[in-house]
């Protein structure tokens, strides 16, 4: 009869999160900021298909970094809960924190029971009446669950990206001018696939290489909807950075 090595359970974690962080650690940045008139998304996404930020109900948003297959079946995850708790209760029931709390049960039954960890880093992203009452929560392949302020930044290349937001980043920017500086952020850092040469010539990154959204904080006022998740791209993309660069 074989015997079976011996593996400490504090080994066992070690290597567990070291094989998590390297998959993560390959991923193409996110940025998710706090701004004066909602929540901007900004992701480095050459893929026009395959989302890493989506809705998952009226003023909540999702983003995520790492293997597609494993966030795309937790974004599902959290629809179907807010959906079921929306209708079951009330829409003001479903909120960020209780979306958040689930996402860090489900990660860490994972991490701790199963062979393998998934290989992600979250953000649940609330709009608030007020800048004061956004949240951003961010949870990490192990379940833990941090309440972040202003912005967060997950994937490969984020002290780089932190530093370079930190530069550029007010509480009084715009969901506008948010994209420009998250862009400039991504390109300075070296995180995208062609930073290097736009660094050296001055020019933003490549408008398909960006997934963003908005998450508006009166879309009420503004498309006459309850939803506040809205997608940017196409011509209004390009005129956004375009302005930017002008200026």
């Known amino acids: 009869m074989t015997q079976q090595f011996y593996v400490s359970p504090e080994q066992l974690m070690k290597d567990r999160a070291d094989f998590a962080r390297k998959g993560i650690g390959r991923g193409r940045s996110v940025v998710v900021m706090s701004c004066r008139d909602g929540i901007a998304l900004v ?59 689930v996402y860090a049960q489900s990660l860490g039954a994972v991490f701790t029971a199963e062979s393998k960890p998934f290989e992600v880093e979250l953000v649940v992203a609330e709009v608030g009446r007020t800048q004061q009452s956004d949240h951003l929560y961010r949870l990490m392949f192990d379940g833990s669950i941090a309440d972040e302020s202003d912005f967060v930044v997950m994937g490969g290349a984020a002290e780089a990206v932190v530093e370079a937001l930190r530069a550029s980043w007010s509480s009084d920017l715009s969901l506008r001018e948010a994209v420009p500086a998250s862009a400039r952020s991504l390109r300075k850092a070296g995180a995208g696939p062609t930073a290097g040469d736009d660094a050296a010539s001055g020019m933003m990154p490549d408008p398909s290489v960006l997934e963003v959204a908005f998450l508006e904080r009166d879309p009420d006022t503004l498309r006459g909807s309850r939803r506040a998740f809205r997608r940017v791209g196409g011509p209004e993309l390009t005129t956004l950075l375009q302005h930017e660069q002008d200026s």
Do not use: M
Not at 60 to 84: C, H, P, T, W
Not at 90 to 99: H, I, S, W
């Open 43 to 101: 992701a480095e996404n050459p893929s026009p298909s395959l989302h890493k930020l989506g809705e998952i109900y009226d003023r909540i948003a999702f983003a995520a970094v790492g293997k597609y297959n494993e966030f795309e079946s937790l974004r599902q995850a959290g629809v179907r809960y807010a959906d079921v708790r929306g209708y079951s209760y009330a829409r003001e029931d479903v909120t960020a924190r209780g979306l958040a709390s």
